[in-house]
């Protein structure tokens, strides 16, 4: 177990120093995409490139919003977050999605106020063209580098600023093509250019913020994973049935509960021996799975009849019992076995209280003639520790 914590903690830092990597590279590109939109969008009057290089400022803030959340999620689990940091990125990716649809929102609409007045719109310089085609070349670059980072770890963060920075070349080519128009005299075009863009981004945003609310409020995985994890859990030895299997996401890994059957006359060790099994062939065989809770049952009691009548717990039920066991030495053992609504007892005595087994029988026989008047007991059998001679 210390080994298996070790190999986890080294491949969360060397995961976060890897995620920290790709990003800073995004972090250069963008600054000087922005300073140069800016500036340039500024001296040539086009309204669309100063609006993409609010978008490119909108990337240098998401870039270190990822800085900080890869971070923090590579925290090992500790009393306050038992389960890891990993949601860290969640809630990123969520604040990401929220600020992207803000400034997309923004850029819809002054878009829409400038053009109301076209006549009043100062003329587009062809400096504007080029930097835009800079813009174009260097964030598709840069996307492709990034999502094969992302895809990798399997980081949805990261993958949500790749895609960002795919969405932010998509739109540098309309830009492209909006200023190309206005440099043909269509000046209008830089300013449905903007809109467009302002679109785009709104609608990239609002995907990742539902992407995050869908992992908050623990959205499973989908059915060609759940159903695979159900195999690999009906396949471990000594797993005779599943009757309930919940997953939820979390960051780039997931959480799985499963209810597994056993025979019900196994002992508790061995029981739990199966749960562990069955816990490390899904981790082995599904790396996306942080840990599984397994739950053991003897018996399938997702039916609501079974629990219909209120079993005595064991002291209770004992202590109902005390009178039968009348003529009988102290038990070294009672073992009870809860099953289909009703109690089964098994009762061990020490043997040298019988003198052959046949008395063992006849007392079994009397023991159960006399318990028939309780509802909630099946069965009861007697059993030496060590059998008569």
């Given at each position: 177990?210390?080994?298996?914590?070790?190999?986890?903690?080294?491949?969360?830092?060397?995961?976060?120093?890897?995620?920290?990597?790709?990003?800073?590279?995004?972090?250069?590109?963008?600054?000087?995409?922005?300073?140069?939109?800016?500036?340039?969008?500024?001296?040539?009057?086009?309204?669309?490139?100063?609006?993409?290089?609010?978008?490119?400022?909108?990337?240098?803030?998401?870039?270190?919003?990822?800085?900080?959340?890869?971070?923090?999620?590579?925290?090992?689990?500790?009393?306050?977050?038992?389960?890891?940091?990993?949601?860290?990125?969640?809630?990123?990716?969520?604040?990401?999605?929220?600020?992207?649809?803000?400034?997309?929102?923004?850029?819809?609409?002054?878009?829409?106020?400038?053009?109301?007045?076209?006549?009043?719109?100062?003329?587009?310089?062809?400096?504007?063209?080029?930097?835009?085609?800079?813009?174009?070349?260097?964030?598709?670059?840069?996307?492709?580098?990034?999502?094969?980072?992302?895809?990798?770890?399997?980081?949805?963060?990261?993958?949500?600023?790749?895609?960002?920075?795919?969405?932010?070349?998509?739109?540098?080519l309309v830009v492209v093509v909006g200023i190309g128009g206005a440099l043909a005299g269509w000046s209008f075009?830089?300013?449905?250019?903007?809109?467009?863009?302002?679109?785009?981004?709104?609608?990239?945003?609002?995907?990742?913020?539902?992407?995050?609310?869908?992992?908050?409020?623990?959205?499973?995985?989908?059915?060609?994973?759940?159903?695979?994890?159900?195999?690999?859990?009906?396949?471990?030895?000594?797993?005779?049935?599943?009757?309930?299997?919940?997953?939820?996401?979390?960051?780039?890994?997931?959480?799985?509960?499963?209810?597994?059957?056993?025979?019900?006359?196994?002992?508790?060790?061995?029981?739990?021996?199966?749960?562990?099994?069955?816990?490390?062939?899904?981790?082995?065989?599904?790396?996306?799975?942080?840990?599984?809770?397994?739950?053991?049952?003897?018996?399938?009691?997702?039916?609501?009849?079974?629990?219909?009548?209120?079993?005595?717990?064991?002291?209770?039920?004992?202590?109902?019992?005390?009178?039968?066991?009348?003529?009988?030495?102290?038990?070294?053992?009672?073992?009870?076995?809860?099953?289909?609504?009703?109690?089964?007892?098994?009762?061990?005595?020490?043997?040298?209280?019988?003198?052959?087994?046949?008395?063992?029988?006849?007392?079994?026989?009397?023991?159960?003639?006399?318990?028939?008047?309780?509802?909630?007991?099946?069965?009861?059998?007697?059993?030496?520790?060590?059998?008569?001679?």
């Amino acid at each position: 177990m210390g080994q298996e914590l070790l190999h986890t903690a080294t491949s969360s830092a060397d995961r976060a120093a890897e995620a920290q990597k790709a990003t800073w590279v995004s972090v250069v590109v963008n600054l000087v995409m922005t300073v140069a939109q800016l500036i340039v969008g500024w001296l040539a009057h086009s309204q669309s490139l100063i609006a993409h290089g609010l978008h490119s400022f909108s990337d240098l803030l998401s870039d270190f919003l990822v800085i900080y959340a890869t971070r923090q999620s590579a925290h090992p689990a500790d009393q306050a977050h038992p389960y890891g940091h990993a949601r860290v990125e969640t809630a990123a990716t969520l604040v990401l999605g929220a600020s992207l649809m803000f400034i997309g929102g923004g850029i819809l609409w002054e878009s829409g106020m400038r053009l109301q007045h076209i006549e009043k719109l100062p003329v587009v310089e062809l400096s504007a063209l080029w930097v835009a085609i800079a813009t174009v070349l260097s964030k598709e670059a840069l996307y492709r580098y990034l999502i094969r980072v992302a895809e990798r770890l399997r980081s949805q963060l990261l993958i949500g600023n790749a895609l960002h920075t795919r969405a932010d070349a998509a739109s540098a080519l309309v830009v492209v093509v909006g200023i190309g128009g206005a440099l043909a005299g269509w000046s209008f075009l830089d300013l449905l250019a903007a809109a467009l863009m302002g679109f785009m981004i709104l609608r990239m945003g609002s995907g990742l913020a539902w992407g995050a609310i869908k992992e908050l409020i623990d959205t499973g995985l989908d059915e060609a994973q759940v159903e695979a994890i159900r195999q690999t859990l009906l396949k471990t030895p000594g797993v005779r049935g599943l009757h309930q299997l919940r997953t939820r996401r979390m960051a780039h890994q997931a959480l799985v509960d499963a209810h597994i059957q056993v025979d019900s006359r196994i002992s508790v060790s061995e029981g739990h021996r199966i749960a562990e099994s069955a816990r490390a062939r899904v981790l082995r065989e599904h790396p996306e799975v942080l840990d599984v809770l397994v739950h053991i049952d003897p018996e399938d009691d997702m039916d609501p009849d079974i629990f219909a009548t209120r079993l005595p717990a064991r002291d209770a039920l004992l202590a109902e019992l005390q009178p039968l066991f009348a003529g009988l030495p102290p038990p070294e053992k009672v073992v009870l076995h809860y099953l289909n609504g009703q109690i089964e007892i098994e009762v061990f005595l020490n043997h040298d209280f019988f003198e052959n087994g046949e008395a063992l029988k006849q007392a079994e026989a009397a023991l159960a003639d006399r318990i028939k008047a309780h509802a909630n007991v099946r069965r009861v059998s007697l059993n030496c520790l060590v059998a008569p001679n």
